[in-house]
């Protein structure tokens, strides 16, 4: 069976400082992991993806994320926050083999200015 | 033009009525998914089918029923409808690998 624990529902960060979305997952096998975004009223944006390749991923808009097998985690980061990164962010894994997605609650990311 | 399209965008109905959402893709993928979202809890999977003839329950499909009309066609319906199922409705599709590729979303509200 294959889970995901967001570790933080809110994250508030000002404009230009470090962002940090932390992520821990549990998966029976080798799995996939991906972040996905959703800005207001809107769809679900692929952010990155790992499928066994660099543990380093790096994604759209700045975005990367680092997988830890030892820590079961896949935390995502930005170095300077942008004001058009406020929007919900969703870490999902899926068992390699098992095409089914599992969604973290969703982390919702509030920039100040 | 968009790759997976959903209608309608926005519903409001009333208890007991009956809604069809409607899915359609032009990514010539065999896999389409329906997912229902609400707030702290994230997505989570109705139906599934891998081809027009493999239909699958997810963990939440009591109240709905989905029929696959075509390859790119994926329609999810709830027969009677309850205020609990007040969600936003996401259907998605994917090739042979997990990466799965979203729709707008459809706004229910269930009077």
């Known amino acids: 069976a294959q889970s995901v624990t967001q570790l933080d529902s809110h994250v508030s960060v000002s404009e230009g400082t470090p962002v940090l979305l932390r992520c821990n997952y549990s998966?029976?096998?080798?799995?996939?992991l991906f972040w996905y975004v959703q800005h207001p009223n809107k769809g679900l944006q692929l952010l990155l993806k790992?499928?066994?390749?660099?543990?380093l991923v790096k994604g759209i808009n700045g975005f990367e994320a680092e997988f830890k097998k030892s820590e079961t985690s896949f935390h995502l980061t930005k170095p300077s926050a942008h004001m058009s990164d406020a929007a919900e962010y969703f870490c999902v894994v899926s068992d390699r083999g098992d095409y089914k997605l599992s969604f973290g609650a969703g982390t919702t990311v509030t920039v100040r200015a | 033009d968009a790759d997976v399209t959903q209608t309608p965008r926005n519903r409001i109905t009333k208890t007991g009525k009956r809604i069809m959402l409607e899915c359609s893709q032009t990514k010539g993928h065999d896999r389409m998914y329906w997912y229902r979202q609400d707030p702290g809890l994230g997505l989570r999977l109705i139906y599934y089918s891998f081809d027009v003839k493999d239909i699958n329950k997810g963990e939440i499909s009591d109240g709905y029923s989905v029929s696959r009309q075509a390859q790119a066609k994926f329609s999810l319906s709830l027969e009677s409808a309850i205020p609990n199922q007040t969600a936003l409705y996401f259907c998605?599709?994917?090739?042979?690998?997990?990466?799965?590729?979203f729709g707008p979303g459809t706004r229910l509200t269930v009077l």
């Open positions: 998966s029976s096998y080798s799995p996939s």
């Open positions: 790992y499928t066994s390749a660099a543990t």
């Open positions: 998605a599709t994917s090739d042979s690998i997990p990466e799965q590729f």
